[in-house]
Structure formats: structure tokens, C-alpha cells
T-cell receptor
Framework: SQKIEQNSEALNIQEGKTATLTCNYTNYSPAYLQWYRQDPGRGPVFLLLIRENEKEKRKERLKVTFDTTLKQSLFHITASQPADSATYLCALGNYGQNFVFGPGTRLSVLP | DARVTQTPRDKVTEMGQEVTMRCQPILGHNTVFWYRQTMMQGLELLAYFRNRAPLDDSGMPKDRFSAEMPDATLATLKIQPSEPRDSAVYFC????????????FGPGTRLTVL
């Protein structure tokens, strides 16, 4: 069955450092991968999309990589700030297959 | 600005009661999703609709859950009878046509079944 893993349930880093979150998947052939941010008591909010034929995408302090050979995506937040503290979810999609979310990683950026 | 709305925001009910959750997708979005989120299972897809037609409800317990879209501005998720294990946050999301488009999530309905 399809399985998505995200590196750890929780990640603590110091303000100003780069946070790196990992998303690994098995038994799925995604055409694209999305990253979402979820704050407590709220619904997920879309951040970035990367397609299977793209290696890297950037948006301001965010960078996403996608390696379909390793079946892995890395999500980086550079110059992290306490306001970046949230749960980050990766999600896989493909035509004809259900859209699937990972379990999420709770990021805490410490001042 | 356009957003997905859900009602009620919180619902506490007793086991065996019927629960109906409502969602208003963003105007013009043709795909609507229902998700359930718990600490143990994370975010699970229950069902989704495209152009009001149900495309997949394989994630939904069929015996007690039902999802409908009576019109393009309303999606409903009903649980009858409810059980304590149904306690979770239920999210509705919508997106415009096109596989790659992002999903816009509502604020969720927190359901507690006693």
C-alpha cells in the first residue's frame, strides 16, 4: 500500500539556521508533490508544488527538491524564524491516484 | 478574499446521534475534498467530488458515512450513527480544475462523540 514518511515527528532548530524536512514515499508514482503548512487549529495552507520532471523549486526562503529515483523530497527553510514554527505536510498527487498526505513534521524554531 | 467555509466549527454529540457537516467551496472550484485528521492517522482522504459527481469515497466507512454535493455551493458529510472513534477534525478543501492546482482548506469541524 502507499506509504509516505516524514523524517521526524518534531524538529527543533535555532533561529537563523536552515531547517530541512524530509518526505519519503513508497508504492506511489507521483506526477507532482506539494508542501503545505498547518498551524494549530487551522487547515493546511499550500506552500509549493514541484513536478516529477523538476529537480528544484524556490520561493523566497523556501526550497524544495524532488528525486524520483530516491523517492524523496527535501523541504528547506533558510534563515528560519520563530514564525516558521508549524507542522509541515508533504502530499503526493497523480492523475488516477488518490492525493495522499504525509503525517507531517512539527517544526519549532527557537529564538 | 475567497475562502472555504465550514459549519459547524465545533460539534459535541452523543454516540448514536446523526452528525451533518457542511462546506461551501470557493466559487468556481470544481473539485471538493473531505478529509479527516487525527493524531494517530494524520490527514486521511475520505471522499472527493469533481463537478459535483463523486469520484472516490473509498476512504470512507460506507455503513455510516455519506457525502453529497446537492449543488455547486454546498458539500455535506453525514455520519449516522456516530461513534466515539469518529472524533476528529474534518476538513473540507476545494480546488480549481487541473491536476496540479493547490487545494484550499477550510477551518475544519472539530467533532467530539461522547
Amino acid at each position: 500500500s502507499q506509504k509516505i514518511e516524514q523524517n521526524s515527528e518534531a524538529l527543533n532548530i535555532q533561529e537563523g539556521k536552515t531547517a530541512t524536512l524530509t518526505c519519503n514515499y513508497t508504492n506511489y508514482s507521483p506526477a507532482y508533490l506539494q508542501w503545505y503548512r498547518q498551524d494549530p487549529g487551522r487547515g493546511p495552507v499550500f506552500l509549493l508544488l514541484i513536478r516529477e520532471n523538476e529537480k528544484e523549486k524556490r520561493k523566497e526562503r523556501l526550497k524544495v527538491t524532488f528525486d524520483t529515483t530516491l523517492k524523496q523530497s527535501l523541504f528547506h527553510i533558510t534563515a528560519s524564524q520563530p514564525a516558521d514554527s508549524a507542522t509541515y505536510l508533504c502530499a503526493l498527487g497523480n492523475y488516477g491516484q488518490n492525493f495522499v498526505f504525509g503525517p507531517g513534521t512539527r517544526l519549532s524554531v527557537l529564538p | 478574499d475567497a475562502r472555504v467555509t465550514q459549519t459547524p466549527r465545533d460539534k459535541v454529540t452523543e454516540m448514536g446521534q446523526e452528525v451533518t457537516m457542511r462546506c461551501q467551496p470557493i466559487l468556481g472550484h470544481n473539485t471538493v475534498f473531505w478529509y479527516r485528521q487525527t493524531m494517530m492517522q494524520g490527514l486521511e482522504l475520505l471522499a472527493y467530488f469533481r463537478n459535483r459527481a463523486p469520484l472516490d469515497d473509498s476512504g470512507m466507512p460506507k455503513d455510516r458515512f455519506s457525502a453529497e454535493m446537492p449543488d455547486a455551493t454546498l458539500a455535506t458529510l453525514k455520519i449516522q450513527p456516530s461513534e466515539p472513534r469518529d472524533s476528529a477534525v474534518y476538513f473540507c478543501a476545494s480546488k480549481a480544475g487541473g491536476s496540479y492546482n493547490e487545494q484550499f482548506f477550510g477551518p475544519g469541524t472539530r467533532l467530539t462523540v461522547l
